[in-house]
C-alpha cells in the first residue's frame, strides 16, 4: 500500500511536535524515520496508526484518505489495516507462542482457519514447531519473531515499527535488521521503521527520512543520504566527517588516501590519538589549517608522526551556507 503524508502538523500545548510533514512511501518499501530522540518519529507513527491525531494535514493509505483534519476523516485504528512492532516486545507472558500470535484474529471474532494461518505465519518467520513454548522459553531474536508474527497475522498492508531492535544485544540486532527487512519484503508489505540509530538505518532502509526537531531535513535512497546530505546537520547524523575550517565544505574519513595517485590534493599533519578497531586503525590527525581530522589506516602509527594526507577535489561535499 502507497502511503502519502501532506502538511501534517502536530502541537503538544506548546511544543511543535511535527512542522508541515510531507512524506510519500511506496508499495513494498522499507523507509526508516531517522532522528535524535524528541525529534518526532514516534509521533509520526503513532499518527500513522491512528493512535494521535494530528492537528493538520492529511494522510493517504492508496486513494483512500484515511486522515483529513480539514475534511474531518479520521479512520480508526482498527480499520487501518497496520501491524504494529513495538521496542518491548509486549508478548504476553501467561500466553503461548500459538495464543500470543493468534491474539489479534480472535480479537477480531475470527473463529475458523486460525490455526492453518498461525502455522503458515510460523514458517514464514522460522518459529515451526514452537508454538506450545511461552515467551521466557525464547530467545530475544525468538521473541521478536513472534511480536512480528503477531503483527502480521491479520494481514495488514503496512507494518509500523518502533526501535523493535534497541533491547537486543549488538550481535543479535545486526541479525534481526537483515531478518526484518527481509520478512517484510518477503511479505511484501509497506514498512515503516523508527530508529535514532544512523547503521540501523542505513543497512535496511529502501528509503530514509531524517528528522529534527519535528522537520524533515532530508528524503533519501541511504546512498543519497550519505553521499549528498542536503545539509550540514545530515552530514553530521549520519556517518563521520571532516570538516574543512572554511565550514561549508566537509570529506568522509575513508576518502582520504595516504598515498597520491592521479590528481590529489594533499594536507599535512601530526598524529594526534589511535584507535585499533580491528580490521582498521581510526587516527585523528591535527592539521594546521583545518583542525582535527579521522582518518583510517591498515597499520599502527604512532602520537606525533607526521602525516601527509591526499584526497579528490569530487570527493568533498560542498553545502552553500
Ligand atoms: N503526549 C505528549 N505530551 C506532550 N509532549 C509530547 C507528548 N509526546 C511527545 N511529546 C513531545 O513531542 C516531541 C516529539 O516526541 P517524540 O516522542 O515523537 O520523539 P521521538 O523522536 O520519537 O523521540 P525518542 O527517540 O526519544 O522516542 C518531543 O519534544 C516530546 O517531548
Known amino acids: 500500500m502507497n502511503v502519502k503524508i501532506v502538511n501534517l502538523n502536530k502541537w503538544y500545548g506548546d511544543v511543535h511536535a511535527l512542522k508541515n510533514i510531507n512524506i510519500t512511501v511506496k508499495t ?8 535524535p530522540s524528541g525529534c518526532g518519529k514516534t509521533t509520526l507513527l503513532k ?4 493512535l494521535e491525531s494530528p492537528d493538520q494535514g492529511e494522510i493517504y493509505f492508496d486513494d483512500q484518505c484515511i486522515f483529513s483534519k480539514e475534511r474531518n476523516i479520521n479512520v480508526p485504528p482498527q480499520k ?36 492453518k494461518r498461525v502455522e503458515a505465519i510460523l ?9 506450545k513454548r511461552s515467551p521466557d522459553q525464547l530467545s530475544g531474536g525468538q521473541q521478536q519473531r513472534v ?8 494481514n495488514p498492508k503496512i507494518v509500523l515499527f ?30 515503516i521503521y523508527v530508529t535514532h540509530d544512523q547503521m540501523e538505518a542505513m543497512s535496511m532502509s529502501d528509503q530514509i527520512v531524517v528528522m529534527n526537531k519535528g522537520k524533515i531535513l532530508q528524503v533519501g535512497t541511504p546512498e543519497e543520504i550519505y553521499n549528498r546530505p542536503a545539509n550540514k546537520m545530515v552530514l553530521d547524523f549520519v556517518g563521520k566527517s571532516n570538516w574543512f575550517r572554511c565550514g561549508t565544505k566537509a570529506i568522509r574519513p ?19 590519538s589511535v584507535a585499533y578497531l580491528g ?19 591498515n597499520r599502527r602509527v604512532q602520537l606525533g608522526d607526521q602525516m601527509d594526507l591526499y584526497f579528490k577535489h569530487s570527493e568533498v561535499i560542498h553545502f552553500s551556507d
Request: charged content about 25%.
Open 28 to 35: 513494498g518499501m522499507f523507509t526508516s524515520l531517522l532522528g
Open 47 to 50: 499518527i500513522l496508526a491512528g
Open 80 to 115: 487501518r489495516q497496520i501491524g504494529m512492532v513495538f521496542q518491548e516486545f509486549a508478548l504476553w507472558p501467561h500466553m503461548n507462542v500459538f495464543e500470543n500470535i493468534a491474539f489479534p484474529l480472535k480479537a477480531k471474532k475470527m473463529h475458523d482457519g486460525i490455526e
Open 123 to 131: 514458517k514464514n518467520v522460522r518459529l515451526e514447531g514452537m508454538s
Open 147 to 154: 511480536a512480528f508474527a503477531r503483527a502480521v497475522i491479520a
Open 162 to 191: 518502533d526501535e523493535p531492535l534497541s533491547a537486543l544485544d549488538a550481535v543479535l540486532r545486526d541479525e534481526m535488521r537483515f531478518e526484518i527487512s527481509q520478512m517484510v519484503k518477503q511479505m511484501e508489505l509497506t514498512g
Open 254 to 272: 575513508e576518502k582520504i588516501d595516504l598515498y597520491p595517485t592521479g590528481p590529489y590534493k594533499k594536507v599535512s599533519g601530526v598524529v594526534q
Open 279 to 297: 580490521e582498521k586503525y581510526e587516527v585523528t590527525v591535527h592539521i594546521e589549517a583545518e583542525g582535527d581530522w579521522l582518518i583510517y589506516h
